[in-house]
């Protein structure tokens, strides 16, 4: 089977899972209280690295949403 020339994220979900996560805001009880943004926004950012471009009407990618933690 041929290997696709896509660079590899690593792992999987490496940078989705950190892009979830420095997204996601929880409450005082440690309860997410933004999850499905979180996931839309982890969404975007794996569409633009496949693509080169966002998905329409979504807003550029800040940087605090790629830093790793």
Known sequence: M???SAPS????QGPIREDFANVLELDERG???NEKYAEC???ARLHRYRTGKL???EPD???RECRLH
């Open 55 to 57: 998905p329409p009407g």
């Open 61 to 63: 990618i800040e940087p």
């Open 41 to 43: 926004r982890a969404a």
């Open 9 to 12: 994220w690593g792992g999987g």
């Open 31 to 33: 309860e997410p209280v």
């Open 2 to 4: 041929p290997r696709s």
